[in-house]
């Protein structure tokens, strides 16, 4: 009896000593799961060490797409999360999971494809036609389409074209579903001449010969991006404070000049609008200035 009470005891301050360790740890550290079009452009690389070095949290950022960065938040391995799938975020949020959403910034998708264009949708703005004139020419064997097919927000858009179509491509010759980052499809995409939709971020960061933008500003390919925190009622010992600060750093002038700023090829990759409340509410955001308030009240 005597060995069972020192052995509890001895659990129990284990246990102690490891969450006391835990919180320690997640105080000076925070931890995100973000797109791997945000991580791949190079942005939070610009902007994470300035925060750093302005509050001294150190931030780690995990890449995945959006479903896998919410799958992650929901086992309470991250503080926040930046995505961009507004249905996949509402349900995020309406479980429970996820707390005060804001809107950050935007940037847009692309249709890009190969510079012979064999289904002839240059210069289309109108995304769902150009996905059919790829359909009918994949099918007669004259055009390939290359899908992430790993429920990111650039999947989840995809899928949501095909389905006004009517289509579903899945197990046609002309559809390759790979499972990859946007990086990855988009290199495959420029070896093999096919077609596929991608963030301009990501095609801005990278150099390929055999592509060129075929098919843009479709306000259908608007592409908001959204900071949500990990509830803390269901994770308390994440850094909850941490997050808070980061988003609310995210969200002032500073940040949001900060963003604006960062540019590649002359172009800016991202453009902010956390402030901008007229563009806020017709992204869908129609909370953004209670969001807002609520961060600058924190007093961090």
């Known amino acids: 009896m005597k060995r069972l009470i020192l052995l509890i005891i001895t ?75 507004k249905d996949l975020e509402i349900d995020f949020l309406n479980s429970s999971y996820g707390v005060h959403r804001i809107g950050i910034m935007y940037n847009d998708f692309i249709i890009v494809g190969p510079i012979e ?18 359909m009918i020419e994949g099918s007669k064997g004259n055009a390939i389409f290359i899908s992430r097919a790993d429920k990111s927000g650039t999947h989840v858009l995809e899928m949501s074209i095909w389905k006004k179509l009517g289509i579903n491509p899945t197990g046609n010759n002309w559809y390759l579903e790979t499972g990859a980052d946007m990086g990855t499809v988009l290199r495959m995409a420029n070896d093999k001449k096919a077609y596929t939709i991608t963030d301009r971020a990501t095609w801005l960061s990278y150099e390929l010969n055999n592509l060129k933008i075929l098919v843009e500003n479709d306000i259908d390919l608007i592409n908001p991006y959204s900071c ?34 960062y540019k590649k090829n002359n172009q800016s990759l991202f453009i902010p609008f956390a402030r ?12 953004q200035e209670e969001e807002i308030t609520w961060y600058e009240n924190f007093g961090g």
């Open 228 to 261: 949500i925190l990990v509830n803390p009622e269901k994770f308390p010992n994440r850094n909850y404070k941490g997050a808070i600060l980061l988003v609310k750093w995210l969200s002032s002038e500073e940040g949001q000049n900060l963003i604006e700023s």
């Open 117 to 134: 264009d064999p289904a002839n949708i240059t210069n289309l703005n109108n995304v769902t036609e150009a996905f059919r004139r790829i």
């Open 276 to 287: 901008n409340l007229e563009i806020a509410h017709k992204l869908g955001y129609y909370n």
């Open 11 to 85: 659990i129990i301050i284990c246990i102690t000593f490891i969450n006391l360790f835990e919180q320690k740890l997640y105080s000076n550290a925070i931890f995100i799961a973000t797109t791997t079009s945000v991580y791949n452009s190079g942005l939070l690389e610009y902007l994470l060490p300035i925060f750093e070095s302005k509050y001294n949290i150190k931030v780690y950022v995990i890449p995945v797409g959006t479903g896998r960065a919410i799958e992650i938040a929901k086992r309470g391995s991250v503080d926040l999360i930046i995505v961009h799938s």
